[in-house]
T-cell receptor, first 111, second 116 residues
């Protein structure tokens, strides 16, 4: 099935560093969601974006809805060990309800 | 309940067996989704319910997969004559929104199916 392209696929960072990841699509979306998934658990919603250009924060997390509506970005500031996990983006096309998920970015934080 | 609840959390089946996976969505949520997540991949859409109506089942991989939500609350995903390629985590999500183009999905912890 269709999946969005997320970059990078995985990354190791030092505790305290900032992290950036992105998600791109060939289709235009009108909603972007960002999730974090820990091993053996379901995805947990982090941030929802509904408008092109929108910048939304949730604690140390900031996400942006790309101007082209074909991409979205997630930044994590001052990473901590519990940020470890897989981050997924999900996009929704106007008039549909079928969220398309990305391939995931695996984050590992070195203490 | 407070969140989406799925059972069983883990299921091991012999090839050819039938399995049933249950989802109890957040109380009052109109929309319910089933997703399949293969190892190392993102979730992939299987089917969508609005109340008891199954509005989209285009993601079901074969006619061995069947989902129902008879009273618009609890949903069951049934897989008949399981095959090894059915091994995956099956995630259920619910949303409070009726409209198609908005709404946040809240996921359960998933049911991990292993077919031997």
């Amino acid at each position: 099935g269709q999946q969005l392209n997320q970059s990078p696929q995985s990354m190791f960072i030092q505790e305290g560093e900032d992290v950036s990841m992105n998600c791109t699509s060939s289709s235009i979306f009108n909603t972007w969601l960002w999730y974090k998934q820990d091993p053996g658990e379901g995805p947990v919603l982090l941030i929802a974006l509904y408008k092109a250009g929108e910048l939304t924060s949730n604690g140390r997390l900031t996400a942006q809805f790309g101007i082209t509506r074909k991409d979205s970005f997630l930044n994590i500031s001052a990473s901590i060990p519990s940020d470890v996990g897989i981050y997924f983006c999900a996009g929704l096309t106007s008039g549909t309800y079928k969220y398309i998920f990305g391939t995931g970015t695996r984050l590992k934080v070195l203490a | 309940g407070a969140g989406v609840s799925q059972s069983p959390r883990y299921k091991v089946a012999k090839r050819g067996q039938d399995v049933a996976l249950r989802c109890d969505p957040i109380s009052g949520h109109v929309s319910l989704f089933w997703y399949q997540q293969a190892l190392g991949q993102g979730p992939e859409f299987l089917t969508y319910f609005q109340n008891e109506a199954q509005l989209d089942k285009s993601g079901l991989p074969s006619d061995r997969f069947f989902a129902e939500r008879p009273e618009g609350s609890v949903s069951t995903l049934k897989i008949q004559r399981t095959q090894q390629e059915d091994s995956a985590v099956y995630l259920c999500a619910s949303s409070s929104r009726r409209s198609a183009n908005t709404g946040e999905l809240f996921f359960g912890e998933g049911s991990r199916l292993t077919v031997l």
